[in-house]
T-cell receptor, first 111, second 111 residues
């Protein structure tokens, strides 16, 4: 298995633009998590899904953020409109209850 | 809010020495996990310890858990340069399936 796949690996955009981050979880994993990592705030859980259903989105910072999981093999995290303070590394992780497998992350820079 | 908090924030040791990192958390937990993150990469799961366990070993790793003090420690014995990374604890806050990550300990092992 190739592990959790995220795309793009790097994204540079201008303030106000829409950004879509993509994740392909490991086959067979029931849970999918989206995290954001910054120097100031560390690693923050944004939202997680169980069997494609969003369970807890309380970590989503504001309405500009949305996440979907249309099927078991694909999820997206969208930011619209993006702002400079959204600059961070965004990780997708999949797994079971006791162990999460992280993707390589998407480094987002909003100018 | 983050559940776990690691101490120290940074640690530098000579190759061959042992490295000890601590994690404190705030509320009751079911499980506590330790992860490693190499620079520019995603997190890698190292070990899980359940609330009814006091100590667990995996190779050169030794994890202890003291639920009365709400703390855990990660010991890496006979450290190697390849152990240079950030180490995070993650706790489940006894409320759901999501894990909350601490701010991490940055370990540098000098060859």
């Amino acid at each position: 298995d190739a592990g959790v796949i995220q795309s793009p690996r790097h994204e540079v955009t201008e303030m106000g633009q829409e950004v879509t981050l993509r994740c392909k979880p490991i086959s067979g994993h029931d849970y999918l998590f989206w995290y954001r990592q910054t120097m100031m705030r560390g690693l923050e859980l944004l939202i997680y899904f169980n069997n494609n259903v969003p369970i807890d989105d309380s970590g989503m910072p504001e309405d500009r953020f949305s996440a979907k999981m249309p099927n078991a093999s694909f999820s997206t995290l969208k930011i619209q409109p993006s702002e400079p303070r959204d600059s961070a590394v965004y990780f997708c992780a999949s797994g079971l209850l006791d162990e999460q497998f992280f993707g390589p992350g998407t480094r987002l820079t909003v100018l | 809010s983050q559940q776990g908090e690691e101490d120290p924030q940074a640690l530098s040791i000579q190759e061959g020495e042992n490295a000890t990192m601590n994690c404190s958390y705030k509320t009751s937990i079911n499980n506590l996990q330790w992860y490693r993150q190499n620079s520019g990469r995603g997190l890698v799961h190292l070990i899980l310890i359940r609330s009814n366990e006091r100590e667990k070993h995996s190779g050169r790793l030794r994890v202890t858990l003291d639920t009365s003090k709400k703390s855990s420690s990660l010991l890496i014995t006979a450290s190697r340069a390849a152990d240079t990374a950030s180490y995070f604890c993650a706790t489940d806050a006894n409320t759901g399936n999501q894990f909350y990550f601490g701010t991490g300990t940055s370990l540098t092992v000098i060859p």
